[in-house]
């Protein structure tokens, strides 16, 4: 198994690491109900996508 052969600085190591943070979701407000929601996903609230009713969502 490969071994490194030098100790890697802790600015070499941050750099490395540098994209394994998690990010923030984006979000977005939908033009039909005004809830917030991911972008090119189906409203959660009210089921409708680029302005067509894709789904009937049962309000409780």
Do not use: T, W
Request: glycine share 4%.
């Amino acid at each position: 198994m490969p071994v490194p052969k030098k100790r890697m600085s802790r600015s070499r190591q941050g750099n490395r690491r540098s994209h394994d943070g998690l990010k923030v979701p984006a979000y977005s407000e939908c033009p039909e109900c005004h809830e917030m929601k991911r972008p090119h996903h189906v409203c959660p609230s009210c089921g409708f996508y680029k302005e067509k009713e894709i789904m009937v969502v049962d309000s409780i």
